[in-house]
Each structure stands twice: as structure tokens, then as C-alpha cells.
């Protein structure tokens, strides 16, 4: 799967849980400093990059992650 497209619905499903605007997102946003997601939305993304991506990521990795970019490259590698 192409990058640009990882990256659209990454971003797709971040707008959903934080319910704000996909414009509002940059490729580099991280999740809680520019974002403002707390502990329970860092959840609620990983299930909901887990369901938009019919994958299984490893929670501990996953919430590891604080860039969308890193979310878009940890999403690639599993579906590798």
C-alpha cells in the first residue's frame, strides 16, 4: 500500500477519534502535544488503526508511537 494512502486514512481515522477536522492534522503532528489525545484516545487509535487496516498491532509498540508519521511507517511494516 502506498504511503500517501496510509497516510489519508491514518489520518482519517484520527480525525474520527479526536473529532476534529483532517486539515487540521499535519504529517508531523504529534498526538498529545499538538493533537491533544489523553490516554484513552491513544487506545481508541490503535483499535481504530487496527479495524481501518484489518491488522493487529502490538499495543505496547503502538502507544509508543507519537507522530502521525511514525503511525503511517509502524502501519506499513505491518501490513508488510
Same mark, same amino acid.
Given at each position: 500500500?502506498?504511503?500517501?494512502?496510509?497516510?489519508?486514512?491514518?489520518?482519517? @481515522?484520527?480525525?474520527?477519534?479526536?473529532?476534529? /477536522?483532517?486539515?487540521?492534522?499535519? $504529517?508531523? *503532528?504529534?498526538? %498529545?502535544?499538538?493533537?491533544?489525545?489523553?490516554?484513552?484516545?491513544?487506545?481508541?487509535? @490503535?483499535?481504530?488503526?487496527?479495524?481501518?487496516? /484489518?491488522?493487529?498491532?502490538?499495543? $505496547?509498540? *503502538?502507544?509508543? %508511537?507519537?507522530?502521525?508519521?511514525?503511525?503511517?511507517?509502524?502501519?506499513?511494516?505491518?501490513?508488510?
Amino acid at each position: 500500500m502506498e504511503k500517501q494512502e496510509v497516510q489519508a486514512r491514518v489520518k482519517k @481515522v484520527v480525525s474520527r477519534v479526536l473529532k476534529m /477536522d483532517e486539515t487540521e492534522i499535519t $504529517d508531523n *503532528a504529534n498526538f %498529545i502535544f499538538d493533537l491533544g489525545a489523553d490516554s484513552m484516545q491513544s487506545l481508541e487509535l @490503535v483499535a481504530g488503526f487496527e479495524e481501518e487496516f /484489518d491488522i493487529e498491532m502490538d499495543q $505496547d509498540r *503502538a502507544l509508543e %508511537i507519537q507522530t502521525i508519521d511514525g503511525a503511517v511507517l509502524f502501519i506499513q511494516q505491518c501490513l508488510n
